[in-house]
């Protein structure tokens, strides 16, 4: 299972990169082969200061070891081992008019000794979510329906209860508001009498697969919009939301610090130029407030 799936992400990763350098039209991702001290490592490709992307990153990793401390106090184990192995996305775009986007899609197991032979457990997790800075209802709508086709295939309950999920866990709630539309979230998906651990495995590369038809046409459409200085100001403003939640909340930052992570790689994620301003607070009215008041409660977008 761990090799099929550390396939597909490499691929996956391809797939993505060449797909965005595509809507970029100048930029190109860089490429970084990294090793990670106790065992795995990765491959960190990065793009900047394109036409479209200010900042993006797509990262596939491979890693593997005795569990940190933390770790096993979280599982609730004395000792054991793991694998890990994930692709992990975000794109920054510089127009506000393009929302920013994430997604990962990783798979996990665990071992009862240092030979990692036997897995004693396995699960696989991940999902994608959409951050827009200025609400095209459309495009919600879109990446929604995208997303919700792929689950479909799988089962009808899939996409109900991974977009509640996904409501639930991107939220900010010191501020009381979503990161952003929502998506997707799942995570601990198990072998179970339903669902055999192959039939979650066809499920998150479906749902992997289906992420560029996603995200792709919305920034194909929205690139070339006109914006203003006072809209990308409020672009940053919304961006320290983003990195609050990614500082705070997000469990692949977490885990990634507590796990000796390549740091260049976890905080690929924060977005190059971002502001906090004092009790800052959109006009009534406006289509700043109009987003404010989406992100307040979660809506069904299909």
């Given at each position: 299972?761990?090799?099929?799936?550390s396939?597909?992400?490499?691929?996956?990763?391809?797939?993505?990169?060449?797909?965005?350098?595509?809507?970029?039209?100048?930029?190109?991702?860089?490429?970084?082969?990294?090793?990670?001290?106790?065992?795995?490592?990765?491959?960190?490709?990065?793009?900047?200061?394109?036409?479209?992307?200010?900042?993006?990153?797509?990262?596939?990793?491979?890693?593997?070891?005795?569990?940190?401390?933390?770790?096993?106090?979280?599982f609730?184990?004395?000792?054991?081992?793991?694998?890990?192995?994930?692709?992990s996305?975000?794109?920054?775009?510089?127009?506000?008019?393009?929302p920013?986007?994430?997604?990962?899609?990783?798979?996990?197991e665990?071992?009862?000794?240092?030979?990692?032979?036997?897995?004693?457990?396995?699960?696989?997790?991940?999902?994608?979510?959409?951050?827009?800075?200025?609400?095209?209802?459309?495009?919600?709508?879109h990446?929604h329906?995208?997303?919700?086709?792929?689950?479909?295939?799988?089962?009808?309950?899939?996409?109900?209860?991974?977009?509640k999920?996904?409501?639930?866990?991107?939220?900010?709630?010191?501020?009381?508001?979503?990161r952003g539309?929502?998506?997707?979230?799942f995570?601990?998906?198990?072998?179970?009498?339903e669902?055999?651990?192959d039939d979650?495995y066809a499920f998150?590369?479906d749902?992997?697969?289906?992420?560029?038809e996603?995200?792709?046409?919305?920034?194909?459409?929205?690139?070339?919009?006109p914006?203003?200085?006072?809209q990308?100001?409020?672009?940053?403003i919304?961006?320290?939301?983003?990195?609050?939640?990614n500082?705070?909340?997000?469990?692949?930052?977490?885990?990634?610090?507590?796990?000796?992570?390549?740091?260049e790689?976890?905080?690929?994620?924060?977005?190059?130029?971002?502001?906090?301003?004092?009790?800052?607070?959109p006009e009534?009215?406006?289509?700043?407030?109009?987003?404010?008041?989406?992100?307040?409660?979660?809506?069904?977008w299909v």
């Amino acid at each position: 299972m761990k090799q099929n799936f550390s396939n597909y992400i490499d691929d996956l990763q391809n797939k993505i990169c060449t797909a965005m350098e595509e809507t970029d039209g100048s930029g190109k991702f860089k490429e970084d082969d990294w090793d990670r001290e106790g065992g795995g490592g990765g491959r960190t490709r990065v793009i900047e200061k394109g036409d479209v992307f200010e900042k993006g990153g797509v990262n596939v990793s491979r890693v593997w070891g005795e569990l940190p401390d933390p770790i096993k106090k979280h599982f609730n184990v004395d000792s054991g081992w793991f694998w890990a192995g994930g692709v992990s996305l975000v794109l920054h775009p510089e127009n506000p008019m393009v929302p920013t986007v994430h997604a990962n899609f990783r798979y996990f197991e665990l071992y009862d000794d240092e030979s990692m032979d036997n897995a004693v457990d396995g699960w696989f997790g991940g999902g994608a979510d959409l951050t827009p800075y200025y609400l095209f209802e459309e495009d919600a709508e879109h990446f929604h329906k995208t997303l919700k086709e792929a689950c479909d295939r799988h089962h009808s309950s899939f996409y109900p209860e991974f977009k509640k999920e996904c409501d639930e866990y991107f939220y900010n709630s010191h501020r009381g508001e979503a990161r952003g539309i929502g998506g997707l979230f799942f995570d601990y998906r198990r072998a179970t009498d339903e669902m055999s651990l192959d039939d979650w495995y066809a499920f998150t590369t479906d749902v992997g697969d289906a992420f560029i038809e996603s995200y792709h046409p919305i920034a194909e459409k929205r690139k070339k919009l006109p914006f203003t200085p006072e809209q990308r100001y409020w672009q940053e403003i919304r961006r320290g939301r983003y990195v609050e939640f990614n500082l705070v909340h997000d469990r692949g930052t977490l885990f990634g610090l507590k796990t000796n992570g390549r740091i260049e790689s976890i905080l690929m994620s924060l977005p190059p130029e971002v502001r906090w301003d004092y009790d800052h607070h959109p006009e009534k009215g406006t289509k700043e407030a109009e987003l404010v008041d989406v992100l307040k409660s979660p809506r069904e977008w299909v």
